[in-house]
């Protein structure tokens, strides 16, 4: 099983600031398949990047991912509002579909 | 534009089976997996199992043992059942499809959980 650890646990960040989000895995995920999900209260989770760098349909170009192998990076160039939320990675390269515990983005 | 609407019962008592059902509306229901989740109160999100629609299933190893998870391609549905359940098993349940695309080579390519069913909460109490 491929273990996902995500830091920092809370970022305190105002609006227009860069946040950065770490994910790391356990062992290396194959073809980067490693995504990013955006979650707000009361709501199921939503797709922002697919396959560690590809922007999921509709997301905007401030939200961008990177990495390769066991380290990923999701990067917000400058946050708005609406992105105060709690992000999660996952990898869906191996059995089973392993998530990591999350980062909040919280207003500082 | 496809959409997943799910349903079930909302609360159950310890050793009771959970049951909830996805209908998957506006889209294909084959090349893609149909896909369980949960989110304990408070808590991240844990992956249960999926479904592909000719009936090919994947558990979590934590899980196996009391989940089943089915599908009725004749109407665009899947459905999750779990087993003796106790309140650790209390939380938001999501369905959700990923895509496995055939390649012209013959492999495969795989994309993330691009579509999400509302959520429904299950607790489990005496």
């Known amino acids: 099983e491929i273990v996902l650890t995500q830091s920092p646990g809370t970022l305190s960040l105002s609006p227009g600031e860069r946040a950065t989000l770490s994910c790391r895995a356990s062992h290396s995920v194959s073809n980067d398949y490693l995504a990013w999900y955006q979650q707000k209260p009361g709501q199921p989770p939503r797709l922002l990047i697919n396959g560690a760098s590809s922007r999921a349909t509709g997301i905007p170009d401030r939200f961008s991912g990177s990495g390769s192998g066991t380290d990923f990076t999701l990067t917000i160039t400058r946050l708005e509002p609406e992105d105060f939320a709690v992000y999660y990675c996952q990898q869906y390269a191996g059995s089973p579909k392993t998530f990591g515990q999350g980062t909040k983005v919280e207003i500082k | 534009q496809v959409q997943l609407q799910q349903w079930g019962a909302g609360l159950l008592k310890p050793s009771e089976t959970l049951s909830l059902t996805c209908g998957v509306y506006g889209g294909s229901f084959s090349g893609y997996h149909w896909i369980w989740i949960r989110q304990p109160p408070g808590k991240g999100l844990e992956w249960i199992g999926e479904?592909?629609?000719?009936?090919?299933?994947d558990y979590s190893p934590s899980l196996k043992s009391r989940v089943t998870i089915s599908v009725d391609p004749s109407k665009n549905q899947f459905s999750l059942k779990v087993r003796s359940v106790s309140a650790a098993d209390t939380a938001v349940y999501y369905c959700?499809?990923?895509?496995?695309?055939?390649?012209?080579?013959?492999?495969?390519?795989?994309?993330?959980?691009?579509?999400w069913g509302q959520g429904t909460t299950v607790s489990v109490s005496s």
């Open positions: 959700a499809r990923d895509t496995r695309r055939k390649l012209v080579t013959g492999a495969y390519k795989y994309y993330a959980m691009d579509v």
């Open positions: 479904i592909t629609h000719s009936g090919s299933t």
